[in-house]
C-alpha cells in the first residue's frame, strides 16, 4: 500500500482580516499535524478571503497576501499543504493556489474557469489562466513554476481543480488523469444553496471515479462577508467512492475532515483502463524532491454523516449567518418589531436559535471569546441582552398577534415590550387633513393610511437598537419582495434582512415544521401555534376590512409559483397563464388572468424597493437580489403590451 492521511479544512475567514485569516489558517494546519495529516486542503482565496470584491484589484492585497504565504510557507515543515490567494503576473491578477511541502513554495496552479454568474464576479477582477500553458513568476530571487501544472512530490502526483473547474464539462482534472494524477485537490469557495451539497457529493464522486484518483475538496465556512454563507462540508473520496464528509454549518473557526487512502487502488484503476489517454513525460509535470510521508493508519472506513432536511438547511444556515454577522460587525445584540406573524416570529426565533445553537457547539467559553467586544459582563451574554423584541399597536392591532407575539418573546426568554403608536399616527393624520383641508378616509386614502402605520413604527424602533449598538431586523421575505408588498422605510426598516431570501410558503411550512417536529438539537416550539394558525395579514385597516396578505395580492403558494417561472425561467406572461392554469386547476381562468396581471404590474412597479431592500442572506439560486443575482430595470416597459395580448 502506499497510504496518505489526507486532510480538508473549512474556515471562517473574513475579507481582509490579515492577522486574523493567517491565524485561523495556521491553527487548522496545526490541528492537522495533530492528526498525523500529511496533505492539507484549505479554501480558496482563504488568505485573503473571498469576498473582498474590487479590492482584489488594489495592488496592497496581492502584496500583502504573498507576505502572509510567506509566513505560513514555515509551517509546512515535514508535511505538504495547498492554499488559495490572488496573485498579480503581468499586469493580470489571476485565482490561484499555492501549493507548499517541506518549508518550500513548490508553485501555483491558477484557475482557468472563473465563476461569472449569479452572486459571482470573478471575471470582473480575475483573468482566467489559459489552457496549457506554463509559466514561472520570480519570488525573491527564485524562479517559481506557475500554471496548470501537475506536481510530483516525489512518487505522488498532485493536479488541481479550483472550485469552477469543477463544475465546467471540460474539466481540467481530465487531462491531469491522461498525465497520471494520483490526486485532485479542490480548493474552493462554494456558497450554500438548497441541496447544493448533493452537487458537490457528485461531482467529487464522479471525479475520483473517472479520472482514476482520489480527490480532496475544501470549502468556505460560515457568513465571510454579509450576504453570503459557505456551508462548509469538506468532501474526500477514492476511486469512485466518497469516504469522508465533513461537518457543515458549524460555528468554529474552522471544520476539519481527515481520511487515510491507499493510491494503488487509483493507480489499479488506471492500470485497468487501458484505452485512456496518457502522456509518459510533459513540460506539464514538475517535480519536486519531498516524499509525502506513508500514513501510520489503514485506509479509513467509510462513515458519512446524515443528509440534512430542507427545514434543517434552512434552520443552519440562517443561524449561522446570524451569529457571523453579529460578531463582525461588533454589534451587541439584534432588535426585531415583533407583530406576532409569521415573518417577525421566524426572525425572533432564528436569532434565539443561533444564540443557542452557537452556545451550544462552542461551549460558553469560546461562545464568549467569539463575542468578545461584548465586554466582560456576563449579562451582555444572556438572551434578553442579545434579542430585544417590541410589539407596536395601532388601533387596526388586535388581541390575537399582541398575544402571540408575548408569549413567543416569553418562550424564547428575550426582552419584550408594548409600544402604543396610536397617538402618533393620529398626530400625522390630523396634519396631513388640516394641509389638505378636508379628513382622510379609507375608501380615499387607503394605502396612505396604511403606510403611515407601518412608518410611524420605524423610528421608536430604530431608536431603540441605536441605544443598544445592536442590528435592527427587518422581517420581509421573498414573496413580498417579488410584489413589493411592503413599506419602505415602515417594515423595510433595518441593517439586515435575514428572510429576505426564502419565500413565504416555504417559512409558513417551516414555522409549523418548528412548531411540532424540529430536531434533537433544534427543539420544537409550541408555543408557535398561535403564530401559526392565523391568516397572515397587514393588520393595517380596520376589522371590517378583514385584511389578508393573501387578499391582497394572491395565494401564496401561487405567486411564489409564478415568480419562478417568470423570474427564474424568464417565461412570458402568456406562458404562465398557461402554466398556471395546469398546475392550478381549481382556479377560475378569470381570476388567474388578474393574478398573472398583478404579479406583473406590481414585480415592474416595485424594481425600486428590492434596490433598497436591506442585506439579506443567499439561500437558494432563484435569488431576487438585484445586487447579486436578479439585474432588473427599474424603469421599464412593465410588460404592458405582453399582459394586454392576455
Same mark, same amino acid.
Given at each position: 500500500?502506499?497510504?496518505?492521511?489526507?486532510?480538508?479544512?473549512?474556515?471562517?475567514?473574513?475579507?481582509?482580516?490579515?492577522?486574523?485569516?493567517?491565524?485561523?489558517?495556521?491553527?487548522?494546519?496545526?490541528?492537522?499535524?495533530?492528526?498525523?495529516?500529511?496533505?492539507?486542503?484549505?479554501?480558496?482565496?482563504?488568505?485573503?478571503?473571498?469576498?473582498?470584491?474590487?479590492?482584489?484589484?488594489?495592488?496592497?492585497?496581492?502584496?500583502?497576501?504573498?507576505?502572509?504565504?510567506?509566513?505560513?510557507?514555515?509551517?509546512?515543515?515535514?508535511?505538504?499543504?495547498?492554499?488559495?490567494?490572488?496573485?498579480?503576473?503581468?499586469?493580470?491578477?489571476?485565482?490561484?493556489?499555492?501549493?507548499?511541502?517541506?518549508?518550500?513554495?513548490?508553485?501555483?496552479?491558477?484557475?482557468?474557469?472563473?465563476?461569472?454568474?449569479?452572486?459571482?464576479?470573478?471575471?470582473?477582477?480575475?483573468?482566467?489562466?489559459?489552457?496549457?500553458?506554463?509559466?514561472?513568476?520570480?519570488?525573491?530571487?527564485?524562479?517559481?513554476?506557475?500554471?496548470?501544472?501537475?506536481?510530483?512530490?516525489?512518487?505522488?502526483?498532485?493536479?488541481?481543480?479550483?472550485?469552477?473547474?469543477?463544475?465546467?464539462?471540460?474539466?481540467?482534472?481530465?487531462?491531469?488523469?491522461?498525465?497520471?494524477?494520483?490526486?485532485?485537490?479542490?480548493?474552493?469557495?462554494?456558497?450554500?444553496?438548497?441541496?447544493?451539497?448533493?452537487?458537490?457529493?457528485?461531482?467529487?464522486?464522479?471525479?475520483?471515479?473517472?479520472?482514476?484518483?482520489?480527490?480532496?475538496?475544501?470549502?468556505?465556512?460560515?457568513?465571510?462577508?454579509?450576504?453570503?454563507?459557505?456551508?462548509?462540508?469538506?468532501?474526500?473520496?477514492?476511486?469512485?467512492?466518497?469516504?469522508?464528509?465533513?461537518?457543515?454549518?458549524?460555528?468554529?473557526?474552522?471544520?476539519?475532515?481527515?481520511?487515510?487512502?491507499?493510491?494503488?487502488?487509483?493507480?489499479?484503476?488506471?492500470?485497468?483502463?487501458?484505452?485512456?489517454?496518457?502522456?509518459?513525460?510533459?513540460?506539464?509535470?514538475?517535480?519536486?524532491?519531498?516524499?509525502?510521508?506513508?500514513?501510520?493508519?489503514?485506509?479509513?472506513?467509510?462513515?458519512?454523516?446524515?443528509?440534512?432536511?430542507?427545514?434543517?438547511?434552512?434552520?443552519?444556515?440562517?443561524?449561522?449567518?446570524?451569529?457571523?454577522?453579529?460578531?463582525?460587525?461588533?454589534?451587541?445584540?439584534?432588535?426585531?418589531?415583533?407583530?406576532?406573524?409569521?415573518?417577525?416570529?421566524?426572525?425572533?426565533?432564528?436569532?434565539?436559535?443561533?444564540?443557542?445553537?452557537?452556545?451550544?457547539?462552542?461551549?460558553?467559553?469560546?461562545?464568549?471569546?467569539?463575542? %468578545?467586544?461584548? $465586554?466582560?459582563?456576563?449579562? /451582555?451574554?444572556?438572551?434578553? @441582552? &442579545? !434579542?430585544?423584541?417590541?410589539?407596536?399597536? *395601532? #388601533?387596526?392591532?388586535?388581541?390575537?398577534?399582541?398575544?402571540?407575539?408575548?408569549?413567543?418573546?416569553?418562550?424564547?426568554?428575550?426582552?419584550?415590550?408594548?409600544?402604543?403608536?396610536?397617538?402618533?399616527?393620529?398626530?400625522?393624520?390630523?396634519?396631513?387633513?388640516?394641509?389638505?383641508?378636508?379628513?382622510?378616509?379609507?375608501?380615499?386614502?387607503?394605502?396612505?393610511?396604511?403606510?403611515?402605520?407601518?412608518?410611524? %413604527?420605524?423610528? $421608536?424602533?430604530?431608536?431603540? /437598537?441605536?441605544?443598544?449598538? @445592536? &442590528? !435592527?431586523?427587518?422581517?420581509?421575505?421573498? *414573496? #413580498?419582495?417579488?410584489?413589493?408588498?411592503?413599506?419602505?422605510?415602515?417594515?423595510?426598516?433595518?441593517?439586515?434582512?435575514?428572510?429576505?431570501?426564502?419565500?413565504?410558503?416555504?417559512?409558513?411550512?417551516?414555522?409549523?415544521?418548528?412548531?411540532?417536529?424540529?430536531?434533537?438539537?433544534?427543539?420544537?416550539?409550541?408555543?408557535?401555534?398561535?403564530?401559526?394558525?392565523?391568516?397572515?395579514?397587514?393588520?393595517?385597516?380596520?376589522?371590517?376590512?378583514?385584511?389578508?396578505?393573501?387578499?391582497?395580492?394572491?395565494?401564496?403558494?401561487?405567486?411564489?409559483?409564478?415568480?419562478?417561472?417568470?423570474?427564474?425561467?424568464?417565461?412570458?406572461?402568456?406562458?404562465?397563464?398557461?402554466?398556471?392554469?395546469?398546475?392550478?386547476?381549481?382556479?377560475?381562468?378569470?381570476?388567474?388572468?388578474?393574478?398573472?396581471?398583478?404579479?406583473?404590474?406590481?414585480?415592474?412597479?416595485?424594481?425600486?424597493?428590492?434596490?433598497?431592500?436591506?442585506?439579506?442572506?443567499?439561500?437558494?439560486?432563484?435569488?431576487?437580489?438585484?445586487?447579486?443575482?436578479?439585474?432588473?430595470?427599474?424603469?421599464?416597459?412593465?410588460?404592458?403590451?405582453?399582459?394586454?395580448?392576455?
Amino acid at each position: 500500500m502506499r497510504t496518505l492521511h489526507l486532510a480538508a479544512a473549512s474556515l471562517n475567514q473574513t475579507p481582509l482580516d490579515w492577522d486574523g485569516n493567517e491565524e485561523r489558517i495556521r491553527v487548522a494546519i496545526a490541528d492537522a499535524k495533530k492528526q498525523h495529516a500529511t496533505l492539507i486542503c484549505l479554501p480558496e482565496l482563504a488568505i485573503t478571503g473571498y469576498g473582498c470584491e474590487d479590492q482584489f484589484l488594489a495592488p496592497d492585497t496581492a502584496d500583502r497576501a504573498l507576505a502572509s504565504l510567506r509566513n505560513l510557507i514555515p509551517l509546512s515543515d515535514g508535511i505538504a499543504f495547498a492554499v488559495g490567494l490572488p496573485l498579480r503576473y503581468q499586469n493580470r491578477l489571476f485565482n490561484v493556489v499555492a501549493l507548499v511541502a517541506n518549508g518550500e513554495l513548490v508553485g501555483f496552479y491558477a484557475k482557468q474557469n472563473l465563476a461569472g454568474d449569479g452572486l459571482h464576479y470573478e471575471p470582473r477582477w480575475f483573468s482566467p489562466w489559459p489552457e496549457g500553458m506554463q509559466e514561472t513568476v520570480t519570488l525573491e530571487g527564485r524562479e517559481v513554476p506557475l500554471g496548470d501544472f501537475v506536481f510530483q512530490l516525489d512518487d505522488v502526483r498532485i493536479a488541481f481543480e479550483i472550485c469552477e473547474d469543477a463544475w465546467v464539462p471540460d474539466r481540467p482534472g481530465r487531462d491531469a488523469s491522461s498525465l497520471g494524477a494520483d490526486l485532485i485537490i479542490n480548493p474552493s469557495a462554494s456558497h450554500f444553496a438548497f441541496g447544493k451539497q448533493e452537487i458537490r457529493r457528485q461531482f467529487v464522486c464522479e471525479g475520483s471515479r473517472a479520472f482514476g484518483v482520489a480527490y480532496l475538496y475544501a470549502n468556505l465556512l460560515g457568513n465571510e462577508a454579509g450576504k453570503i454563507i459557505y456551508d462548509g462540508g469538506n468532501l474526500i473520496a477514492n476511486n469512485g467512492t466518497l469516504i469522508a464528509e465533513g461537518t457543515r454549518f458549524s460555528f468554529q473557526d474552522h471544520a476539519l475532515t481527515c481520511a487515510t487512502l491507499d493510491l494503488e487502488l487509483n493507480r489499479l484503476a488506471q492500470a485497468r483502463s487501458a484505452g485512456r489517454p496518457f502522456l509518459l513525460e510533459s513540460d506539464e509535470i514538475f517535480s519536486h524532491p519531498f516524499r509525502l510521508p506513508e500514513s501510520p493508519h489503514l485506509p479509513t472506513p467509510i462513515n458519512l454523516p446524515d443528509h440534512l432536511s430542507k427545514e434543517e438547511e434552512f434552520t443552519r444556515s440562517v443561524t449561522l449567518g446570524l451569529f457571523d454577522y453579529l460578531r463582525k460587525s461588533y454589534s451587541r445584540g439584534y432588535v426585531i418589531s415583533l407583530s406576532g406573524g409569521a415573518d417577525s416570529a421566524a426572525c425572533a426565533v432564528l436569532v434565539a436559535q443561533a444564540i443557542q445553537l452557537a452556545r451550544t457547539e462552542l461551549g460558553e467559553a469560546s461562545f464568549r471569546e467569539r463575542l %468578545r467586544h461584548l $465586554g466582560d459582563q456576563d449579562e /451582555a451574554f444572556t438572551m434578553p @441582552a &442579545l !434579542l430585544a423584541c417590541i410589539y407596536q399597536s *395601532s #388601533e387596526n392591532s388586535g388581541d390575537t398577534t399582541l398575544n402571540a407575539a408575548q408569549s413567543l418573546a416569553e418562550a424564547l426568554g428575550c426582552t419584550f415590550d408594548h409600544w402604543n403608536i396610536a397617538p402618533m399616527v393620529e398626530e400625522y393624520e390630523d396634519m396631513i387633513e388640516r394641509h389638505l383641508e378636508r379628513p382622510l378616509s379609507w375608501e380615499q386614502d387607503d394605502i396612505a393610511r396604511q403606510n403611515i402605520q407601518a412608518r410611524v %413604527r420605524a423610528p $421608536g424602533i430604530w431608536m431603540l /437598537a441605536n441605544l443598544r449598538n @445592536a &442590528l !435592527l431586523i427587518t422581517t420581509s421575505n421573498r *414573496s #413580498e419582495a417579488a410584489v413589493g408588498y411592503a413599506t419602505m422605510d415602515g417594515d423595510t426598516c433595518g441593517g439586515l434582512a435575514p428572510i429576505a431570501g426564502i419565500d413565504k410558503a416555504f417559512l409558513r411550512h417551516w414555522l409549523r415544521w418548528m412548531e411540532t417536529t424540529g430536531t434533537t438539537e433544534i427543539p420544537p416550539l409550541p408555543v408557535l401555534s398561535a403564530v401559526n394558525k392565523q391568516q397572515p395579514t397587514a393588520e393595517l385597516r380596520p376589522d371590517e376590512a378583514e385584511q389578508t396578505d393573501e387578499g391582497d395580492l394572491m395565494p401564496y403558494p401561487l405567486l411564489d409559483q409564478i415568480e419562478k417561472w417568470a423570474i427564474r425561467d424568464k417565461r412570458s406572461p402568456r406562458d404562465i397563464l398557461a402554466l398556471t392554469l395546469a398546475r392550478f386547476p381549481d382556479y377560475q381562468e378569470k381570476q388567474v388572468r388578474v393574478w398573472v396581471k398583478r404579479f406583473f404590474q406590481l414585480w415592474s412597479r416595485n424594481q425600486w424597493k428590492r434596490e433598497r431592500y436591506a442585506p439579506g442572506f443567499h439561500l437558494d439560486d432563484d435569488n431576487l437580489d438585484p445586487k447579486t443575482w436578479c439585474r432588473f430595470p427599474i424603469l421599464s416597459g412593465g410588460f404592458q403590451k405582453e399582459l394586454s395580448e392576455l
